[in-house]
């Protein structure tokens, strides 16, 4: 069995082997959001998606494809703003689970607050016509005891 860095280096050799036999319609054809397709790419080379990520030499390698197939004009240029966010982590928002739970709870009691407005609507009518009913047998003399 191969140890990490021997596999690390056999993806390597892999995806250069592979970047090597591709010409530029081929990366044409696997273009998914401005990059290329990492799922294809590690199909191809026979190694996981996470490879691309976590062998530091690869992930590299993948930079720098896509630098060279940007300045040929195969892939996009990338916007200020995709600039901006490639060098700088994400922030890690600690409230977002809190906030989708607040906006299902929400969503679920607006639905019921509109079942409840219906139903005292519905309630109120009845109430008015049984007023009415009330009165005219009081009237009548016919109270019920």
Known sequence: MASGQQKAEQNLNSFRSWVATQTD?????????????????????????????????LKKELANLET????????????KAAKEGTSKP???????????????????????????????????????RFGELNETLSEMGFMPR
């Open 25 to 57: 319609p081929d990366f044409k054809q696997i273009i998914f959001r401005g990059q290329l397709n990492r799922g294809e790419i590690a199909k191809a080379i026979g190694c996981g998606k996470s490879a691309l990520n976590q062998n530091p030499a």
């Open 90 to 128: 994400k922030k890690y928002d600690s409230t977002a689970n809190r906030k989708s739970l607040d906006s299902k709870r929400v969503s679920t009691l607006e639905a019921e607050n509109i079942e409840l407005k219906a139903k005292v609507k519905e309630l109120e009518s009845k109430l008015a």
């Open 68 to 79: 060279e197939l940007r300045n040929k004009g195969i892939l996009p240029q990338l916007s």
